[in-house]
């Protein structure tokens, strides 16, 4: 092939390279724009969650039947349960297990019939907390729901929940788990116009799409992958267009903003798409295996019999100032956090003596942390609890457990360790603990999204004006 048909050949390809990117950018820079503006909202509001003080507050204190009446999914022998809770829905006082395999049963302790708790009872603990959070109006009941645009993510969605409204400036919306009638979500006014400036344009989550998880993953998947061929293409024609004398570049005005600011900034930006495309896990990369972070690893699992004897036990000894019950299983042991009317917690033994957890009981890998390690700590819009113990399971698992109660909080396997440093940490920018800080949010991490910005601003500008200029001439004809 002669000198002049390479030449052409690689005219036509950076041809094709420039229209391509053109008509990408007008097509998609708006997204592109959305994604920085809502990420920047996003630094301060994040997604909708309920107030955790008042929400640990709504059911009242443990009344208990005389006797437990004959349940039969604690009668089978060969069934074994990973956790277990008493707590108070209304006049109802609930029993939920949670079988190893299978979904949790909910029981009504007066009748030992499994099912949902009424709306009547959830009423009570959505009225308990809109009081505790200034709503003073009374709850209306408007109906039960699943794919709800504030629940879509919500833990145990496919069973349920009772939703409420009230009356006011707030708004306010309460969810209640129709298990255990707990508060699961809240949402009023303002968590609510947030979430459509932030999280919902950033995670493109309105619940149209949402409801359909693989439909939604493949278009986020498309859609950054696009987003990420777009930048590239952009910062390569940006270093074919680059000259050694300022401006350093071969355009004027908006172009020029877009080509100086893409070449200063371009590698930001392909961070944060590239790391958002991963948050999806496209085949499999960086995935949690769900059955590796089981808390079963560290709790053990029991048996309904063994669940019988320490709510016989619970009953006969007629506690009047609990308000809930949890199991906090361990190695096949049972032990119990309790929390009293005061919301102060106690670790009691299968016996309900006092016993203090300590990490010599749970093996030589367990450690104490009063303060943040590499992957649980604080951010501005999520507070962790502390203290905690850490433990290395077997499996490479590190799980974290309140160090009061013994309660697993949360746990990272493989995948998520991996994802902490190739995919949250990059697209959070939160690899040190100052960056975590108000302050930093506002002064360091802020300022670079606006510059960011400034790509796909002016790129959608130039765009504009490009489609302008076409209707122009095609109307002139």
């Known amino acids: 092939m002669t000198t002049s048909a390479h030449h052409y050949i690689r005219k036509r390809l950076l041809r094709t390279l420039y229209i391509t990117h053109r008509w990408l950018g007008i097509s998609v820079g708006m997204l592109m724009m959305s994604w920085c503006l809502s990420g920047m909202v996003m630094l301060w509001h994040p997604w909708p969650t309920p107030e955790r003080a008042a929400a640990e507050r709504v059911h009242g204190l443990l009344h208990?039947?005389?006797?437990?009446?004959?349940?039969?999914?604690?009668?089978?022998?060969?069934?074994r349960f990973q956790s277990f809770r008493l707590n108070m829905t209304g006049s109802e006082p609930v029993?939920?297990?949670?079988?190893?395999?299978?979904?949790?049963?909910?029981?009504?302790?007066?009748?030992?019939?499994?099912?949902?708790?009424?709306?009547?009872?959830?009423?009570?603990s959505a009225q308990a907390y809109a009081t505790m959070v200034g709503v003073q109006s009374l709850p209306v009941f408007t109906g039960t729901t699943m794919d709800d645009q504030w629940v879509l993510d919500t833990p145990g969605r496919l069973t349920g929940f009772e939703r409420f409204r009230f009356s006011g400036s707030k708004a306010l919306v309460v969810y209640i788990s129709s298990l255990?009638?707990?508060?699961?979500?809240?949402?009023?006014?303002?968590?609510?116009?947030?979430a459509w400036m932030g999280a919902i344009p950033h995670w493109l989550y309105p619940a149209i799409l949402r409801r359909n998880p693989l439909t939604w993953?493949?278009?986020?998947?498309?859609?950054?992958?696009?987003?990420?061929?777009?930048?590239?293409?952009?910062?390569?024609?940006?270093?074919?267009?680059?000259?050694?004398?300022?401006?350093?570049?071969?355009?004027?005005?908006?172009?020029?903003?877009?080509?100086?600011?893409?070449?200063?900034?371009g590698l930001l930006a392909l961070s944060w798409?590239?790391?958002?495309?991963?948050?999806?896990?496209?085949?499999?990369?960086?995935?949690?295996?769900?059955?590796?972070?089981?808390?079963?690893?560290?709790?053990?699992?029991?048996?309904?019999?063994?669940?019988?004897?320490?709510?016989?036990?619970?009953?006969?000894?007629?506690?009047?100032?609990?308000?809930?019950?949890?199991?906090v299983f361990l190695q096949g042991r049972i032990f119990l956090a309790v929390?009293?009317?005061?919301?102060?917690h106690t670790r009691l033994d299968a016996q309900l003596s006092p016993s203090l957890l300590t990490t010599t009981?749970?093996?030589?890998?367990?450690?104490?942390?009063?303060?943040?390690?590499?992957?649980y700590f604080n951010r501005p819009t999520h507070t962790r609890h502390f203290p905690v113990i850490r433990i290395a399971a077997a499996n490479g698992v590190l799980f974290y457990l309140d160090a009061q109660t013994g309660e697993v909080i949360t746990a990272f396997d493989s995948g998520a360790q991996k994802s902490r440093w190739w995919v949250y940490g990059p697209h959070d920018m939160d690899f040190w603990s100052w960056l975590r800080s108000p302050t930093a949010r506002l002064v360091v991490i802020f300022p670079i999204l606006c510059c960011v910005l400034t790509i796909y601003l002016t790129g959608v500008t130039i765009g504009m004006k490009r489609l302008v200029f076409i209707k122009r001439r095609w109307c002139s004809k």
Not at 180 to 194: F, I, K, L, M, Y
Not at 246 to 260: D, E, F, G
Not at 361 to 375: I, R
Request: aromatic share 8%; with cysteine.
């Open 339 to 344: 929390t009293d009317s005061a919301g102060d």
């Open 273 to 327: 798409i590239t790391t958002g495309f991963f948050t999806m896990k496209p085949g499999g990369v960086f995935a949690s295996e769900r059955e590796a972070r089981s808390p079963v690893h560290v709790t053990g699992s029991v048996t309904g019999e063994e669940i019988l004897a320490v709510l016989n036990r619970i009953i006969h000894l007629h506690t009047s100032d609990w308000t809930d019950v949890r199991s």
């Open 217 to 265: 993953k493949w278009v986020v998947i498309v859609l950054s992958g696009i987003g990420i061929f777009l930048t590239l293409a952009g910062m390569f024609i940006g270093v074919l267009r680059l000259k050694r004398r300022w401006p350093c570049s071969y355009y004027r005005r908006w172009h020029l903003a877009h080509h100086l600011g893409g070449m200063v900034f």
């Open 64 to 79: 208990l039947p005389a006797h437990l009446p004959v349940i039969g999914v604690l009668n089978e022998p060969t069934t």
């Open 361 to 375: 009981e749970l093996g030589a890998s367990a450690t104490f942390l009063a303060s943040s390690d590499l992957y």
């Open 180 to 194: 255990t009638g707990d508060v699961v979500q809240a949402t009023d006014t303002s968590s609510r116009a947030w």
């Open 95 to 124: 029993l939920t297990v949670v079988p190893i395999s299978g979904v949790p049963v909910s029981i009504d302790l007066r009748t030992g019939k499994s099912g949902s708790i009424t709306p009547s009872d959830a009423r009570v």
